[in-house]
């Protein structure tokens, strides 16, 4: 079965510092491997997602995540952390089957000091 | 506005009452998803649509949870006889099928309160 850990339930981080939160998979086949962000109350807003290729894959708001394949992990990174970048992170892979459903990480807060 | 609309945003309801939530998901979306995220945790995995057709549902889905999609459009899912550990976000989630990979769509949830 697919699925996906996040080690970390926080990391916290000054501004302007580098961030790296934490993900490793385990599938069966090709991985299909997703980071979302979730802001308070609210749903979950698509960053990036690894399909096939470069193993560095860059998404939206300055985020990167560097695909790799003997580690079986998937680390969202990004240079320089904003205070607005405090949120919850999920890392996510899609199942195996033919639903194509995406399997969710329990889930990592970034806290970021101003 | 992500594409994905979701009604109510909010619910309370007293135990034991029934409840139904709504998503529109993006028109040219066939499928459809919907998900469970309990407060500290990951989005689980409910139900999925091609379509009309409900063609996988999860363990979670106990009987007093039924969803339905008339027509391929809109979805609603309906829990009878709520119970407190029914208190959840409800997250909806839409994509098209094709032969690439594209992103899955979330609306804003929809938070029910069993009290």
């Known amino acids: 079965a697919q699925s996906v850990a996040q080690p970390e339930d926080q990391v916290n981080v000054a501004e302007g510092n580098p961030l790296t939160v934490k993900c490793t998979y385990s599938?069966?086949?090709?991985?299909?491997l997703f980071w979302y962000v979730q802001y308070p109350n609210r749903g979950l807003q698509f960053l990036l997602k690894?399909?096939?290729?470069?193993?560095l894959v860059k998404g939206s708001y300055g985020f990167e995540a560097e695909f790799n394949k003997s580690q079986t992990s998937f680390h969202l990174k990004k240079p320089s952390a904003l205070v607005s970048d405090s949120a919850l992170y999920f890392c996510a892979v899609r199942d195996g089957d033919s639903s194509y459903k995406l399997i969710f990480g329990s889930g990592t807060r970034l806290l970021v000091r101003p | 506005d992500t594409g994905v609309s979701q009604d109510p945003r909010h619910k309370i309801t007293k135990r034991g009452q029934n409840v139904t939530f709504r998503c529109d998901p993006i028109?040219?979306?066939?499928?459809l998803y919907w998900y469970r995220q309990t407060l500290g945790q990951g989005p689980e995995f409910l139900t999925y649509f091609q379509n009309e057709a409900q063609l996988e549902k999860s363990r979670l889905l106990s009987d007093r949870f039924s969803a339905e999609r008339p027509k391929g459009s809109f979805s609603t899912l309906e829990i009878q006889r709520t119970e407190q550990g029914d208190s959840a976000m409800y997250l909806c989630a839409s994509r098209i099928k094709s032969g690439e990979i594209y992103g899955y769509t979330f609306g804003s949830g929809t938070r029910l309160t069993v009290v």
């Open positions: 599938v069966s086949g090709n991985p299909y």
């Open positions: 690894y399909i096939t290729g470069d193993n």
């Open positions: 028109s040219e979306h066939n499928r």
